[in-house]
């Protein structure tokens, strides 16, 4: 495997000058960019299956184990405070667990079984989205998380790092990043993750853009929960309506419950059931609800 792969590059990296072992980790974070790069076309093409298939009503199912599946938790973790994902829409599997976030726990990663069992225990089915994760593409658990998704019918999508893994061969969506031998031969947590990392960055934001939770560039799923957040859509409002006067956007805000989608087409005019009507029609994408209020009278 060619993550596993020593280098005679790097065969003696540790008598290296620093300045020259910090170059060469450089040199390594621009070739995953550039693997990531050379995958786009298969990251489009899996975050539109991603969107229709959600159309459904399923779950996003983040899979793996040791540094990749920390990338994916980390991945699948932002979704609800960037963009609102439903909680309850969303899944985290971890081999080992919770503790497994933190620290290593040792054979965690070659059980099959569990990860098979984890997609049963948890009623994965045809509505769902399962994304696992594994530089290797070999890794039994993840392997087995996907292979059992498949069978149960959820759209799958498998994320490695070595051409021709079996991760690969049984997604349906196959995400596939050269990134090479790493420059400690192995330590799939530098190049090989930082392909990952960023994979995984665009395929979800790029499923969220497309779901209308990004409007002009902005948040505007964000719920104000807290005083943070509130602020937030409070700035998120000010710069939609060219800065319309604070007391408006509160007063928008508590008649909205909130919703900054909501909150925005009240300080455009319309009225409260008009335009969670709109919003509803256009299952929460405010562009749409934009442009069908557009010739509404008001």
Not at 199 to 222: F, K, N, P
């Amino acid at each position: 495997m060619e993550t596993e792969r020593p280098s005679p590059r790097y065969s003696s990296i540790d008598a290296w000058e620093p300045r020259e072992i910090l170059d060469a980790m450089i040199e390594g974070q621009f070739a995953a960019v550039a693997a990531v790069r050379a995958a786009r076309p298969a990251i489009e093409t899996a975050a539109l299956a991603v969107v229709r298939r959600l159309s459904r009503g399923g779950r996003i199912v983040y899979v793996g184990a040791g540094t990749s599946g920390r990338l994916a938790v980390q991945d699948g973790a932002e979704l609800t405070p960037t963009f609102s994902w439903p909680q309850e829409r969303l899944l985290l599997l971890m081999a080992g667990g919770d503790d497994a976030l933190l620290k290593a726990v040792e054979g965690a990663e070659d059980e099959a079984e569990r990860g098979a069992e984890l997609m049963c225990r948890h009623a994965i089915g045809e509505a769902d989205v399962v994304i696992a994760v594994a530089a290797s593409g070999t890794t039994p658990f993840t392997l087995a998380c996907l292979r059992e998704a498949a069978r149960r019918g959820a759209l799958t999508i498998g994320v490695a790092n070595n051409r021709d893994a079996p991760l690969l061969a049984a997604a349906e969506h196959a995400l596939f990043l050269d990134t090479g031998s790493e420059a400690i031969a192995g330590s799939t947590r530098m190049k090989a993750g930082t392909a990952q990392r960023i994979a995984l960055l665009m395929l979800s934001s790029l499923v969220m853009i497309l779901q209308g939770r990004v409007y002009e560039g902005l948040m505007v799923d964000v719920q104000a929960s807290n005083k943070k957040l509130l602020r937030r859509s409070e700035r998120i409002l000010a710069r939609l309506t060219g800065g319309r006067d604070a007391a408006e956007i509160d007063a928008a805000l508590r008649r909205a419950d909130g919703s900054v989608k909501l909150a925005y087409l009240l300080l455009q005019g319309h009225g409260l059931d008009e335009a969670r009507a709109a919003l509803e029609d256009a299952r929460g994408h405010l562009r749409r609800a934009v442009e069908a209020l557009a010739g509404a009278p008001i």
